[in-house]
């Protein structure tokens, strides 16, 4: 399900790709991050900081020459469960809409504003990761299909910031996922 058709330059990180296999996982539900964990939005399996383990997930990750990134990943959830995982998640896009990060000996204040999205899956938001110590920034998309849930994110290191593919690419995932279903 997962998209490979990527913009030009992104190249498969082979060490951020991997899915849960054949065998299920066993479902669990934790707490949700504390903020202390905020930077984890733009990591790879961002989604996990809600606290609650799926059944299965597919996931890779794409980055550039500038080391700008592409992920993307499906989770799979126990029925009903999938509606949590969005409400966890607007928690954690609120706790986190304004948090301190320091990277590359920068002390950064990192602003969230999210927004929902209408017409995609059944449930859909979007969240916009600044600051103004750095360059570009990160677009998070996270989308219920059913069962499912589908996260992404595109983290723009160069400050070229054009999210506009990221939301083609959710979109062909999540047709995907709702062929598969």
Same mark, same amino acid.
């Given at each position: ?9 992104? *190249? ?7 899915? #849960? $296999?054949? #065998? ?6 934790? %707490?949700? &991050? ?5 930077? @984890?939005?733009?990591?790879? #399996? /961002? ?6 383990? $799926?059944?299965? /997930?597919?996931? %890779? @990750?794409?980055? @550039? ?5 592409? %992920? ?26 304004? /948090? #301190?990060?320091? !990277? &590359? ?18 449930? !859909? ?13 990160? *677009? ?12 992404? /994110?595109?983290? @723009? ?17 999540? &047709? ?6």
């Amino acid at each position: 399900m997962l998209i490979t058709d990527v913009p030009a330059g992104f *190249t498969l990180n082979t060490k951020a790709t991997g899915n #849960s $296999g054949t #065998s299920l996982q066993t479902p669990a539900v934790a %707490s949700v &991050a504390p903020k202390s964990k905020c930077a @984890d939005l733009s990591a790879t #399996s /961002f989604i996990t900081m809600t606290g609650v383990t $799926g059944v299965a /997930f597919a996931q %890779s @990750d794409y980055t @550039d020459k500038a080391n700008n990134e592409i %992920s993307q990943e499906v989770d799979a959830y126990r029925a009903g469960t999938s509606t949590d995982v969005m409400t966890r998640m607007r928690k954690v896009l609120a706790q986190c809409a304004k /948090f #301190s990060l320091k !990277a &590359a000996g920068v002390t950064a204040t990192e602003q969230v504003k999210t927004s929902e999205i209408r017409g995609l899956g059944q449930d !859909a938001v979007k969240a916009v990761v600044t600051a103004p110590q750095f360059y570009g920034g990160t *677009t998070l998309v996270i989308v219920r299909v059913g069962n499912n849930v589908v996260s992404a /994110f595109y983290n @723009d290191t160069t400050g070229s910031y054009d999210d506009g593919h990221l939301l083609d690419i959710v979109g062909k995932l999540v &047709a995907n996922v709702q062929t598969a279903s």
